[in-house]
């Protein structure tokens, strides 16, 4: 059975709707420009699904030849996201623990985004010169996200969300899941047992499992909440105390492009 890069999917807003891809560059970060704005309250807090599903709705488009961004919202129509200035001023704002310094992108996206979610809020851009390192128990010094949860790269193999499926009720994409890589060709949860990995030319660590929250359940399309599945099925099978893990993060060890169709190769395990 081999194994291979089946789908990438980029996040340009941290909790809005993802884009896919056939083929997509990774840089310092992650995957280029992958969770690179963020929607943030009046005071600098981050916002997701979490709290607030109806950002579900609101979805993502690549424009300029992949070098710009648009949102889309089913009442809203299109709203093309202006540049932020690199050398504007700057806000802190927090993700997590984590508090960094980002550039507000402007009062227009702040008007949009808090008609579109319904309370108020501000959009952010995550700058090159900022260094978010990732936690050190998982990565050299050096290495860093932008506005993830915590690491650079998600991925779950296809193998998983069927078997977890098969014991759905009803079955749920693997949108629910907000990975940036899924490889097809293995064996259900195999990505438990890697510790290195080479997708096309690149290698990559896998570092830690995801613990799974209620995002899971909302529902990509409608932005609504779809009761407890699928967290409570897999709670049956995928607690470890008291987290529910699904896919595994990873580390990039270098630049380079992902091509869907790349071989997925088990350098560790």
Same mark, same amino acid.
Request: hydrophobic share 40%.
């Given at each position: 059975?081999?194994?291979?890069?089946?789908?990438?999917?980029?996040?340009?807003?941290?909790?809005?709707?993802?884009?896919?891809?056939?083929?997509?560059?990774?840089?310092?970060?992650?995957?280029?420009?992958?969770?690179?704005?963020?929607?943030?309250?009046?005071?600098?807090?981050?916002?997701?699904?979490?709290?607030?599903?109806? #950002?579900? *709705?609101? +979805? @993502?488009? /690549?424009?300029?030849? %992949?070098?710009?961004?648009?949102?889309?919202?089913?009442?809203?129509?299109?709203?093309?996201?202006?540049?932020?200035?690199?050398?504007?001023?700057?806000?802190?704002?927090?993700?997590?623990?984590?508090?960094?310094?980002?550039?507000?992108?402007?009062?227009?996206?702040?008007?949009?985004?808090?008609?579109?979610?319904?309370?108020?809020?501000?959009?952010?851009?995550?700058?090159?010169?900022?260094?978010?390192?990732?936690?050190?128990?998982?990565?050299?010094?050096?290495?860093?996200?932008?506005?993830?949860?915590?690491?650079?790269?998600?991925?779950?193999?296809?193998?998983?969300?069927?078997?977890?499926?098969?014991?759905?009720?009803?079955?749920?994409? #693997?949108? *629910?899941? +907000? @990975?940036? /890589?899924?490889?097809? %060709?293995?064996?259900?949860?195999?990505?438990?047992?890697?510790?290195?990995?080479?997708?096309?030319?690149?290698?990559?660590?896998?570092?830690?499992?995801?613990?799974?929250?209620?995002?899971?359940?909302?529902?990509?399309?409608?932005?609504?909440?779809?009761?407890?599945?699928?967290?409570?099925?897999?709670?049956?099978?995928?607690?470890?105390?008291?987290?529910?893990?699904?896919?595994?993060?990873?580390?990039?060890?270098?630049?380079?492009?992902?091509?869907?169709?790349?071989?997925?190769?088990?350098?560790?395990?």
């Amino acid at each position: 059975m081999m194994a291979v890069l089946s789908e990438i999917h980029l996040y340009p807003v941290k909790s809005l709707g993802g884009i896919a891809l056939d083929r997509w560059r990774l840089d310092d970060f992650g995957l280029h420009l992958d969770r690179r704005w963020m929607v943030v309250d009046p005071a600098g807090r981050f916002l997701t699904q979490r709290q607030h599903p109806q #950002m579900a *709705r609101i +979805r @993502p488009r /690549l424009i300029e030849g %992949g070098s710009g961004l648009a949102l889309f919202h089913p009442e809203l129509g299109t709203f093309r996201v202006p540049a932020a200035d690199p050398g504007g001023a700057r806000w802190r704002v927090q993700v997590w623990s984590d508090t960094v310094s980002a550039v507000p992108v402007g009062a227009a996206a702040d008007r949009w985004l808090s008609e579109a979610v319904g309370v108020p809020c501000r959009l952010v851009w995550f700058p090159d010169d900022v260094k978010r390192q990732v936690d050190t128990r998982y990565a050299r010094t050096g290495e860093r996200t932008a506005f993830s949860d915590g690491f650079p790269l998600l991925l779950i193999t296809q193998a998983s969300l069927d078997d977890l499926n098969r014991r759905l009720p009803e079955p749920v994409s #693997m949108r *629910r899941f +907000r @990975p940036n /890589l899924v490889v097809s %060709g293995t064996e259900p949860y195999a990505e438990d047992g890697w510790r290195r990995i080479r997708i096309g030319d690149i290698a990559m660590r896998v570092v830690k499992p995801c613990s799974r929250c209620p995002i899971t359940t909302v529902d990509p399309e409608t932005g609504r909440r779809t009761g407890k599945e699928p967290l409570a099925t897999l709670a049956t099978y995928r607690r470890r105390g008291n987290k529910v893990y699904f896919g595994q993060n990873l580390i990039h060890e270098a630049r380079g492009e992902l091509r869907v169709g790349d071989s997925a190769q088990i350098i560790e395990q």
